[in-house]
């Protein structure tokens, strides 16, 4: 079964900033099953990313994927204090054990 | 618009079972894969089962496999899980998700609200 381990656990970054998300897989996996999602304090998880790098309906083109093998990225341009979340990544019946991204 | 709605969570003693439901509306239920995902409180999401559009296959983590038991009603739109021989570590928030695409296995376009259940004496 493939290990997804995310990092840095949390990540704390200033308005405007871009945050950078990692991913990365214990054995090599299609990237068309990569999904990224986002969960708010109280809230379901959200679908941000699918397939590494197809945004999902409706999410803003600050939010990008990228990545392939082993090694995936999310990448948060001009942070927003309504980005403060829980990030996610999943593949098939894994889920990474999240990034808490934080305001400064 | 897509919208799926839990229900079945609760209180439930050490040993015991519960039914959770899931209902679905605004998409075509028997063409999509649909899936439970599970969150511990203040833990990450635990992916539990899934089934395909045609209920054909299923799948289960290993940490519920031979208790839970996932099933669909596509006459009714209606997504099931049976949870039995409960125990403390099944105290969570119950999410179903549905799938992309028909396969039981993949990604999560839409998740419920959750319900929660309590496995307390």
Redesign the interface.
């Known amino acids: 079964e493939i290990v997804l381990t995310q990092s840095p656990g949390t990540l704390s970054l200033s308005p405007g900033e871009r945050a950078t998300l990692s991913c990365r897989a214990s054995q090599l996996f299609s990237s068309t099953y990569l999904a990224w999602y986002q969960q708010k304090p109280g809230q379901a998880p959200r679908l941000l990313i699918y397939g590494a790098s197809s945004r999902a309906t409706g999410i803003p083109d600050r939010f990008s994927g990228s990545g392939s093998g082993t090694d995936f990225t999310l990448s948060i341009s001009r942070l927003e204090p309504d980005d403060i979340a829980v990030y996610y990544c999943q593949q098939f019946s894994t889920f990474g054990q999240g990034t808490k991204v934080e305001i400064k | 618009e897509v919208e799926l709605l839990e229900s079945g969570g609760g209180l439930v003693q050490p040993g015991g079972s519960l039914r959770l439901s899931c209902t679905a509306s605004g998409f075509s239920f028997s063409s999509y894969g649909m899936s439970w995902?599970r969150q511990a409180p203040g833990k990450?999401?635990?992916?539990l089962s899934?089934i395909s559009g045609t209920g054909s296959s299923t799948?289960y983590?290993d940490s519920v496999k031979g208790r839970f038991s996932i099933s669909r009603d596509n006459s009714k739109n209606t997504l099931f899980l049976e949870m039995n021989s409960l125990g403390a570590e099944d105290t969570a928030v119950y999410?179903c998700a549905k799938g992309?695409g028909v396969a039981a296995?993949?990604?999560?376009?839409?998740?419920?609200?959750?319900t929660l259940v309590t496995v307390s004496s």
């Open positions: 995902v990450g999401l635990e992916w899934s799948y983590a999410y992309r296995r993949g990604n999560f376009d839409y998740w419920g609200q959750g």
